[in-house]
């Protein structure tokens, strides 16, 4: 299996990286963060910022041919962990069934900039195969 860098319109990083990898049915996305995919600017609110970056992830996961319900794992950092309501709040829109959520772990990090919130996650793609 080869391994083959994914990228994805209206997201992608300041380094020469992808926003995902994808090797075989594996998909491990980079660095997500809340930021207007015209832009480039951060959301005003931790609101606007979770909303920014779900769309992220959904875009990103389908550039690699998966869909939402392929993620298995998130993992989200966030500046203020008090403010979890606001990622709450897209994540059940997301994952609406509480039996078929993936797994999150949720940590406080010294973001920089205007950043209040990133997140990464690993999908096991349904039609697994060639990269």
């Known amino acids: 299996m080869s391994r083959r860098s994914i990228y994805a319109e209206g997201f992608g990083h300041k380094n020469p990286i992808p926003a995902a990898c994808r090797i075989g049915s594996m998909l491990y996305s980079g660095s997500i963060q809340g930021t207007d995919p015209a832009t480039g600017a951060y959301g005003a609110s931790i609101e606007r910022q979770c909303e920014l970056m779900f769309d992220h992830v959904r875009r990103i996961v389908a550039a690699g041919g998966g869909s939402l319900a392929d993620i298995i794992k998130m993992t ?56």
């Open 76 to 131: 989200v950092w966030m500046r203020d962990r008090d403010q979890r309501a606001a990622l709450n709040a897209v994540w059940l829109r997301a994952f609406p069934d509480p039996e078929d959520r993936p797994a999150r772990h949720t940590m406080k990090a010294d973001l920089d900039g205007d950043k209040l919130i990133e997140c990464d996650f690993i999908a096991v793609l349904q039609s697994g195969g060639a990269a």
